[in-house]
């Protein structure tokens, strides 16, 4: 990986790197070359003291070649590096995979990591698609609402409840203590007015502020949370509406 002498002659820089952002700085090298595949061992070897070509410290060949491990790791972690067979004596050698070759610049690379932090599988369906399509755009102000959208739309289905009633009005109307459609009759008081609160205070707070206007959520971190709590109630309404059919039936 002689390259990374020119892309990062600091070996102070590189070694503060997290095996993430080491990681992307091997895959765009390694994009650039001409070689189908690689190995841990031969990129190393090129860091070496060579009459040819610079070297980074000799004093800190281990710190380095941890550094790179752990990056190699991350990216083979990824799906990023795959095996690679095709041919004999090829054990021990990785390829870069369709997804690494799909990732062209670094806004590419940015959407990759962002996308991981939300796998699609684990959304309810009725938010899968279009909450993760806006998460993975990095638009996460969308992927919120759509989420909390979601949420307000399977209560009213569920409670069976008119188009009149939105937002907090509907939550504490699907919920309400003492004869919610939704409500577990068979909880305590203090626990069914607690699960209201927790529908009216989300759809209170992040539905409807972001339907009345603009909200700058810059935060990945944060719209992940968010959308995991609209996740989290949906399963709710889902375990609630099921109860409805069986006692009605």
């Known amino acids: ?34 070689e189908v595949s690689f190995t841990m061992h031969n990129l190393e070897n090129e860091l070496r003291d060579y009459p040819t070509w610079p070297a980074y410290p000799k004093e800190k060949k281990n710190e380095i070649s941890l550094a790179l491990s752990e990056a190699w790791a991350w990216l083979c972690a990824q799906g990023l590096l795959v095996p690679d067979n095709t041919g004999i004596g090829h054990a021990g050698w990785r390829r870069l995979s369709r997804r690494a070759r799909a990732i062209e610049s670094e806004t590419d690379f940015a959407s990759f990591k962002i996308g991981r932090l939300l796998p699609k599988e684990m959304l309810h369906r009725k938010i899968a698609d279009k909450v993760w399509g806006a998460f993975i755009r990095g638009d996460f102000d969308t992927a919120v609402l759509l989420a909390m959208k979601g949420v307000e739309v399977a209560v009213r289905t569920a409670a069976e409840l008119g188009n009149e009633l939105v937002g907090v009005k509907l939550m504490r109307a699907a919920f309400a203590p003492e004869n919610g459609p939704l409500t577990d009759m068979t909880a305590e008081r203090g626990e069914r007015v607690a699960r209201m609160e927790l529908f009216a205070g989300a759809i209170g707070s992040y539905k409807n502020s972001q339907s009345h206007r603009d909200v700058d959520l810059d935060d990945p971190h944060e719209a992940l949370e968010i959308i995991l709590l609209a996740n989290h109630l949906l399963r709710i309404v889902d375990a609630r509406a099921r109860c409805k059919a069986e006692q009605t039936a």
């Open 1 to 34: 990986m002689r390259e990374l002498l020119t892309e990062i002659p600091d070996v102070d820089l590189l070694l503060a790197l997290a095996p993430e952002e080491l990681g992307a700085k091997v895959l765009f090298l390694l994009r650039k070359r001409s």
